[in-house]
C-alpha cells in the first residue's frame, strides 16, 4: 500500500516489486548461511545481522520522514535492501541455532524437536499477526514514520533480550571450514573413479580415518547408513588400486561413506525444493491482490469503524495460531495410535496436504472474485475503479483461512525437513533453502505476471491492469491453479522416490 499510495507506483508494478524484495530478502539467507556455516559461526552470524537488521529499519524511517520527497522512492528501495541483508543472516540462523538447542539422541528427543518446530512458527505469526493488526492500523490512521520507530524499537529490544540468555546457551559451533568443499570433493572423486564398479563389499569402502567423518563437523560421530539411491556418487569412496597404493590419502579422489551420504542427503532435497516452487507462488498473492480485492469492498464494521485492508492477513495468523496447537496436542497423538510415526504422519505428507490445499485455495479465490466482479457489473461499477463494490469483504474469508491452513502444513513442514535432513555442518544452509523457496517462488509470481501481462496484451484485452475490476484476476487465480496442480503431480512423484536420512543404529525418521 506504501507503494501505491505514497510512491504513487501502478498496481502491477507496485505487485511486481514487492514479490522482488521478498525474492531477493528470501535468497539473502544462502549468502548468510554460508558465512555461519563456514566462517563466523551461528551465533556470531545472528548479532551482527540483527544490528544491520536495526540499521535498515533506521533508514526507513528516515526515508519516509526527513528525505526529500524526489529523493524518497530511492531512499527507501535502499533501506528496503539493508533490511534484506540484515535478515539474510538472521532468519536461517535463528531457528537452527535455538533448534540445537534440543537433545536428538532418544526418540523422545526427537518427538519433543519435531514439536519445537510448530511451536516455533506459531510464535512467529503470533508476532507477525500483532504486528498485522497493530502496526498497519498505526500505518492507516497515524503515520508510517511511527510504524517504523516501533519496529525499530522491537528490534533493540530482541537483540538486548537474546543478549542476555548468552551465559544458557549450548553453542555447538565448530566451524571448520565451507562444507562446500566436501560435496566438491565427492563430485570430483566420483568423475574421476567413472570407470571402477561398485559393489557392496565392505572390505573396498573407505569408512574414514574416524569413525563419523563427515563435512566438517564431528557431531557425536554419527555414521550414516548406505543407501542405494545415487550409486553413482558412491564411486567416491570406493577404494582402487590406485588408492591402496597410496601413503596419504587424497580427498579429491577418495572420501568417506559419511561424506558420500551427507551429498546424497543435499541432492535428494532439491527435487522437494524445485517441486515446492509454486506454492510460495500463490501464497505470494497474499500480500498483492488478495490486499487489492479487500481494498474495492465493504470492510466496516459498525458506523464508524473501518479497517484497511491489510489487516485481512491477520486473519492467516489466528487461523494459524488456532490449528497448530490442535494439530501438535490433539491430531499427532491421534493418528500417531494408526501410524506408529512419532509425528503421527511423515514430514512429506504433512507438506503434500499443504500443496493439495494451496490448489484448493486458487480455485476459491477465482470464484470469490468472480463474485464480486459480478456485483461490480450489476452495479455498472466496471469502469470505476476507485469506487466500493457493494459486496462484503468477509467474502474473502475463506481463502484467507486456506491461505493459513496450508502455511500451518507445508511451512512448518519444509522448516523440519531441511533442518532434519540437511547434514549438521549445513543445517543453516538447510534453513536458508527453505526460506529461499519463498523467494523463488515470489520471483516465479513476479514472472507468471509479467508472463500474463504480456500474453493478453498482445491478444488485445489485457488482465492484471490497475482497474481490479477488468483486471480478469478470476482468471489469473485460475492459471495458478493449474500451475499449482501440475507442481502437485510432481512432488508426489519426487515424495514416492524419497528416502530419509538413517544413522547406523537408529530407525529412519522418517519411516512410519
Not at 501505491?4 to 549468502?31: C, R, Y
Not at 566462517?39 to 519516509?64: D, E, H, N, P
Amino acid at each position: 500500500m506504501y507503494l501505491t499510495n505514497e510512491l504513487h507506483q501502478p498496481t502491477a508494478a507496485a505487485a511486481k516489486n514487492v514479490n522482488m524484495w521478498i525474492g531477493l530478502s528470501s535468497l539473502f539467507p544462502i549468502l548468510g548461511a554460508i558465512v555461519a556455516d563456514s566462517y563466523l559461526g551461528r551465533f556470531k552470524t545472528i548479532i551482527y545481522s540483527t544490528c544491520i537488521y536495526f540499521l535498515g529499519m533506521v533508514m526507513l524511517c528516515l526515508s519516509a520522514s526527513v528525505v526529500p520527497r524526489h529523493y524518497r522512492e530511492g531512499a527507501y528501495f535502499v533501506a528496503l535492501y539493508i533490511l534484506a541483508v540484515g535478515e539474510g543472516g538472521h532468519k536461517p540462523c535463528v531457528q537452527t541455532f535455538a533448534a540445537d538447542q534440543f537433545e536428538e539422541e532418544t526418540d523422545e528427543d526427537k518427538e519433543v524437536k519435531s514439536s519445537f518446530f510448530n511451536w516455533w512458527y506459531l510464535a512467529i505469526v503470533v508476532t507477525a499477526t500483532a504486528a498485522t493488526l497493530g502496526i498497519i492500523y498505526i500505518q492507516d490512521n497515524v503515520s508510517w514514520v511511527l510504524s517504523y520507530s516501533v519496529l525499530a524499537v522491537v528490534i533493540a529490544a530482541g537483540l538486548l533480550l537474546f543478549l542476555l540468555g548468552i551465559r544458557s546457551y549450548r553453542n555447538e559451533d565448530n566451524v571448520l571450514g565451507s562444507p562446500f568443499t566436501t560435496v566438491a570433493q565427492v563430485f570430483v572423486a566420483a568423475a574421476r573413479k567413472w570407470s571402477v564398479k561398485t559393489g557392496r563389499r565392505s572390505d573396498v569402502v573407505y569408512y574414514g580415518d574416524d569413525e563419523g567423518e563427515s563435512s566438517g563437523v564431528h557431531s557425536k560421530h554419527k555414521t550414516l547408513a548406505r543407501t542405494k539411491q545415487f550409486r553413482f556418487l558412491d564411486k567416491a569412496m570406493i577404494i582402487d588400486e590406485h588408492d591402496a597404493s597410496s601413503k596419504m590419502r587424497n580427498p579429491w579422489r577418495l572420501c568417506s561413506l559419511n561424506q558420500v551420504e551427507e551429498v546424497k542427503l543435499v541432492v535428494r532435497l532439491i527435487p522437494i525444493w524445485l517441486s515446492c516452487l509454486m506454492f510460495h507462488a500463490v501464497q505470494s498473492q497474499l500480500h498483492t491482490y488478495f490486499i487489492k480485492q479487500g481494498s474495492t469492498m465493504i470492510r466496516s464494521i459498525g458506523p464508524n469503524f473501518r479497517f484497511p485492508p491489510a489487516s485481512l492477513q491477520a486473519l492467516v495468523g489466528i487461523v494459524i495460531v488456532t490449528t497448530v496447537p490442535i494439530y501438535d496436542r490433539i491430531l499427532v497423538p491421534t493418528v500417531r495410535k494408526f501410524t506408529g510415526h512419532a509425528a503421527g504422519i511423515t514430514v512429506l505428507q504433512r507438506i503434500g496436504v499443504g500443496l493439495f490445499l494451496s490448489i484448493i485455495n486458487m480455485v476459491v479465490a477465482a470464484l470469490v472474485e468472480a463474485k464480486r466482479v459480478g456485483v461490480a457489473r450489476e452495479y455498472n461499477l466496471m469502469d470505476n475503479p476507485k469506487a466500493i463494490v457493494p459486496i462484503s469483504v468477509w467474502w474473502l474469508l475463506p481463502q484467507y483461512f486456506i491461505t493459513g491452513l496450508s502455511d500451518a502444513f507445508t511451512v512448518i513442514g519444509l522448516q523440519e525437513l531441511f533442518y532434519d535432513q540437511m547434514p549438521d555442518a549445513m543445517r543453516s544452509l538447510g534453513a536458508a533453502a527453505y526460506i529461499s523457496i519463498l523467494g523463488v517462488g515470489s520471483f516465479l509470481s513476479s514472472f507468471i505476471i509479467s508472463l500474463v501481462e504480456t500474453i493478453t496484451r498482445n491478444s488485445g484485452e489485457r488482465w492484471l491492469g490497475n482497474n481490479l475490476n477488468r483486471a480478469h484476476l478470476d482468471d489469473f487465480y485460475w492459471v495458478l491453479a493449474g500451475l499449482s496442480a501440475l507442481f502437485f503431480g510432481v512432488y508426489v512423484w519426487v515424495a514416492k522416490r524419497f528416502v530419509y536420512k538413517k544413522v547406523v543404529g537408529e530407525a529412519s525418521s522418517g519411516e512410519v
